[in-house]
């Protein structure tokens, strides 16, 4: 059975619940899933100005908990097109393991969140893959396989890179019925490739 850590960044909530549709989709895939938040680089002051709700109690991932898992779903924001400061900072941190190989062959995706269509939907990904191309992790994308992704009934979020949601540019937008539909579909077919290459 594999394992897979579900690691996301979440200031105002959008992520964390898409997390819970990637992670019925993973546990219905035949995945044990745990679920990680990244460290916060902000201070308590800063996220108060910021209006941000407090944060869920999902345990915070540590470096060495990565050697755990089979795979990682990563739950990232978009900052003007990309993944935000926290997760770079934790991942800058992963040099032990990238020196003695320990993450070569373990499996990754990606689901994320943005203010606008265009605010880094596809962006986030294609920046996400050099990050994990040195680690020797490989990169599976959602791909077209949930007809969702192509509707026009809405605006929504979703690329061929993974799931994704609008949180609109004041963040008051909550994941769609259809948003948390792709990502549940997502959770389950990583899980369907992950338990292959655990084999």
């Known amino acids: ?12 909530g959008h992520i964390r619940k898409l997390a819970e549709s990637i992670k019925k989709g993973l546990e219905a895939g035949g995945a044990t899933v745990d679920v990680f938040q990244l460290p ?3 201070s308590e002051e800063i996220l108060t ?16 908990k990565l050697t755990e898992y089979d795979g990682f779903m990563f739950g990232l924001p978009g900052r003007y097109g990309q993944f935000p400061a926290q997760f770079k900072s934790f991942w800058d941190s992963t040099g032990s393991l990238w020196g003695a190989g320990k993450l070569i062959g373990k499996a990754a995706g990606v689901f994320v969140s943005t203010g606008t269509q265009n605010g880094g939907q596809e962006t986030i990904g294609l920046t996400l893959v050099p990050q994990l ?24 979020g979703a690329s061929p890179y993974g799931a994704g949601t609008l949180a609109g540019s004041d963040g008051s937008r ?3 019925e259809l948003e948390l539909g792709v990502a549940e579909t ?11 290459l655990v084999k």
Not at 50 to 64: R, S
Not at 186 to 196: E, H, L, N, P, S
């Open 1 to 12: 059975m594999a394992k897979i850590a579900i690691i996301y960044y979440s200031t105002y």
């Open 133 to 156: 191309a040195h680690h020797g992790i490989i990169f599976v994308p959602l791909g077209y396989q949930d007809p969702r992704v192509f509707s026009y009934e809405e605006a929504h």
């Open 174 to 176: 909550q994941p769609s």
């Open 40 to 42: 916060e680089t902000l």
């Open 49 to 64: 100005k910021m209006g941000a709700p407090p944060k869920a109690d999902d345990p915070v991932i540590t470096v060495d």
């Open 186 to 196: 997502q959770g389950k077919a990583f899980a369907t490739v992950v338990a292959k």
